[in-house]
């Protein structure tokens, strides 16, 4: 699914990325662990493309094609979906939208009204999101809370096969995260093939959706990596305990 | 409630505005004078659609007078006056233009009244690289107290434009509230970025973007709204 080899990226002139590796299989749940301003986010944003970062060195391998050149767009077309840490609100462009332009530009055929009300009333009421979302603009007005699961509507219905969470615990209360964690794993379930990339600071939400590795991270790059267990230990030891180990 | 309907052909220089009142402008290629006199608590809602027009549009409202225009525009050089004259008038103004040519549009609001208010959002997508001019005077009499002038200019640039906005106050009262506001630039990068990274092309977000960007404000119904969009895709 995603390879990542010998990354290196550089943000004006500080290297953020240093020699990063990690290999993610079909169906596999990676989640990575790090302190604050290790390079977490700026992995999952250049993994989605953004431009305010420099790759200098290495590649990223999407479905075996090299993506590192691709725009933004292409690569979410080709089925990557980044939650966004700090989703942003857009005045004046509604959910729905938004999401069935997005749903027309990676299909051939345009989706009807009708599915796409469907759809969106289905996987709303799933999220317990209330209806009149729809025609709100994105994220206007919304808590943190509810535009995570904003976020998960976008994935249900967008359909990626590639998911990378960037602490989509945090702003949740503890029956959101819950929510969440049961739609995305429901999610997992029915499209089975699909790979996560989850980024936290805490082991609660891996209690919910279970990875097969943890990995460590700090100055840019795997220091460490583990089963599910290894979360638990972070949180005990703190990462300057494991990292002088 | 009256409905009525101006455009180019009709010559109307004076509308007076004795009812309340829905008036539908479409105006296109054309230089009019218009004078718009609403009377004492009436109000009037205005839904405008204009390309390429060089008018001169003035209104005019008395006591307790209550207006909303929602304007949207294709090249447009317009000079638009407000005079609250009358006591607790209150007007929402929403220009929202599509720049393509070398324009200048002119907004003047004069607070005359005691307790009137205006809100003006004065809103542009400039799509070349053409001069485009917004000149905004909001002034407060010495003799209007407790009044309530606002204005909010934006122009968003797509095509490299030469863009300027002079948003003026006129205070000659320190009884007043009064804010101005205004922004030149591009549509935001995170906006940006989201939106591609849900696969969106860059074309597709700024058709998105305009459209809610000209549009957002104003409270429409479902057939002007469709008007108002169709004169947007027009544009791109």
């Given at each position: 699914m995603l390879k990542i080899e010998d990354l290196s990226v550089k943000i004006e002139d500080r290297e953020?990325?240093?020699h990063f590796d990690i290999e993610i299989k079909d169906g596999e749940v990676h989640a990575i662990m790090g302190p604050n301003g290790t390079g977490k986010s700026t992995l999952s944003k250049v993994i989605m493309g953004s431009?305010?970062?420099?790759?200098v060195g290495g590649k990223i391998i999407f479905n075996d094609e090299?993506?590192?050149?691709?725009e933004v767009d292409e690569r979410s077309r080709k089925g990557i979906f980044l939650s966004m840490q700090s989703p942003i609100s857009i005045e004046g462009v509604s959910n729905s939208e938004f999401l069935r332009t997005a749903l027309n530009a990676r299909s051939s055929e345009p989706i009807g009204l009708f599915d796409f009300i469907k759809t969106m009333e289905e996987n709303m009421k799933e999220l317990d999101?209330?209806?009149?979302?729809?025609?709100?603009?994105?994220?206007?007005?919304?808590s943190g809370g509810e535009r995570k699961k904003n976020e998960v509507l976008q994935i249900k219905v967008l359909k990626p096969s590639f998911i990378i969470l960037?602490?989509?615990?945090?702003?949740?209360?503890v029956d959101s995260l819950k929510v969440v964690s049961e739609n995305i794993n429901k999610y997992c379930e029915e499209n089975p093939k699909t790979s996560l990339l989850i980024i936290t600071h805490y082991p609660r939400i891996l209690e919910y959706i279970k990875p097969d590795y943890v990995h460590m991270m700090v100055d840019g790059k795997i220091v460490k990596t583990g089963d599910y267990n290894l979360a638990f230990e972070i949180e005990k030891t703190g990462y300057n305990g494991l990292v002088s180990e | 409630m009256l409905r009525l309907s101006l455009t180019e052909r009709d010559i109307a220089d004076d509308i007076i505005i004795t009812e309340d009142t829905i008036l539908e402008i479409r105006l296109s290629n054309c230089r009019q004078n218009i004078n718009v006199d609403v009377m004492d608590n009436m109000c009037l809602e205005v839904f405008e659609m204009d390309s390429d027009t060089t008018n001169t549009i003035n209104y005019t409202l008395r006591d307790n007078a209550q207006v909303i225009v929602n304007k949207i525009a294709k090249n447009c050089s317009d000079v638009t006056t407000i005079n609250?004259?009358?006591?607790k008038a209150t007007i929402k103004y929403y220009s929202n233009i599509m720049n393509f040519y070398d324009n200048t549009y002119k907004f003047n609001v004069y607070h005359k009244g005691n307790y009137s208010n205006s809100d003006i959002y004065n809103y542009c997508v400039n799509f070349t690289n053409s001069e485009f001019k917004f000149l905004v005077n909001g002034s407060i009499d010495?003799?209007?107290?407790e009044c309530s002038c606002n204005q909010d200019n934006k122009i968003i640039d797509i095509g490299n434009g030469k863009n300027y906005i002079s948003p003026n106050l006129l205070v000659d009262n320190n009884l007043v509230n009064a804010n101005h506001a205004a922004y030149i630039g591009k549509f935001k990068k995170d906006v940006l970025f989201y939106m591609k990274s849900r696969g969106l092309s860059e074309k597709e977000c700024e058709e998105l973007l305009i459209k809610g960007f000209l549009l957002g404000k104003m409270n429409l119904d479902d057939k002007t709204k469709e008007e108002f969009t169709n004169l947007i895709l027009s544009c791109f």
């Open positions: 953020i990325l240093k431009k305010d970062y420099e790759i090299d993506i590192s050149n691709l999101i209330k209806n009149n979302i729809v025609h709100q603009a994105i994220n206007e007005g919304s960037d602490e989509v615990d945090s702003g949740l209360d | 609250l004259i009358g006591d010495k003799k209007a107290i």
